[in-house]
């Protein structure tokens, strides 16, 4: 069986959109932000009793950090932090070493783990899917009822068995969501864009970490750069007007290289035929006041 190589960031949730890709298959995504995670604690097996790295992300101002848990934040030079958990198995770190969003990549496999939303105290039709009692005919009351609870049980046992479907609080617990696809990866502004619904809020909290299961990952899809798109357009309708021909397989460099070129040649073509026609006036000029 294949070594897995434990691998996880702390992230916040964004919201979610849509992304093209160049095929033009419309893609829906959540956007998680990933700020650069530090290592406030190193565990292991021989001190432990097992191996783990304590994570802590989104900056917090020290005076709304306990001082207990600034102090623990300062053996790794770094802050208050809103968001600490730890992820068993991440070896090769040391403390106050940071970590960002560059150890992922696209197609990669993932597991999210976040808080779902609370729904508060819910019948067992929204909580359990059941389905409800007859509109008409009878129901809503006795032996039909529209959405309260049915038949708990016998009259036997004298009570109502444990893992019975009814009514009570819903949401606000941990959820994981597993192998969801990494669709890109923005760097500079600290992003990771998967595929699907991510458990949680906005700005809820989440713990991203390469898929348990081990399945192989995908090959990343192609997203359709409609800013290129759009610049290249421009650089195409410049260069027809500058009689210059390009086309759209060439890269945005080679577009503006070529329109670069064809403007200076104009502007030259522009400066000769001033030039030109100037030397005609003068000449004119010249042969009016021979012949006076």
């Not at 009692?133 to 009570?159: E, I, W």
């Not at 210059?244 to 040649?265: C, G, T």
């Amino acid at each position: 069986m294949e070594v897995i190589i434990m691998k996880g960031i702390l992230g916040r949730k964004i919201g979610m959109t849509s992304v093209f890709s160049d095929n033009g298959k419309n893609i829906p995504v959540s956007v998680i932000e990933v700020q650069p995670n530090v290592v406030t604690a190193v565990l292991t097996k021989e001190k432990n009793g097992y191996s783990a790295i304590q994570l802590s992300a989104f900056d917090r101002r020290e005076k709304t950090t306990k001082k207990p848990v600034l102090g623990h934040l300062k053996k790794a030079n770094t802050g208050g932090k809103y968001f600490t958990k730890e992820i068993r198995s991440m070896e090769g770190f040391k403390l106050g070493d940071k970590l960002t969003v560059s150890q992922f990549k696209a197609g990669e496999l993932i597991d999210v783990t976040g808080t779902s939303k609370g729904k508060g105290f819910q019948g067992n039709i929204k909580r359990h899917n059941q389905k409800i009692g007859p509109k008409s005919h009878g129901g809503g009351g006795g032996s039909q009822p529209l959405r309260q609870t049915g038949s708990l049980g016998d009259m036997v046992s004298n009570r109502v068995f444990k893992g019975m479907t009814m009514p009570g609080h819903m949401g606000n617990e941990k959820v994981t969501v597993q192998n969801i696809e990494i669709i890109s990866i923005d760097e500079k502004q600290n992003l990771i864009l998967v595929k699907g619904s991510i458990p949680g809020p906005k700005k809820g909290f989440l713990i991203i970490k390469n898929a348990v299961k081990g399945l192989s990952n995908k090959e990343p899809i192609v997203l359709a750069n409609f800013k290129e798109e759009e610049i290249k357009n421009h650089l195409i309708k410049e260069a027809k007007s500058y009689g210059a021909s390009i086309n759209a397989d060439m890269s945005i460099d080679e577009m503006q290289k070529v329109v670069d070129a064809a403007y200076k040649a104009k502007d030259e073509e522009k400066v000769s035929k001033k030039s030109e026609s100037k030397n005609e006036n003068n000449d004119l000029k010249k042969s009016e006041n021979g012949d006076k």
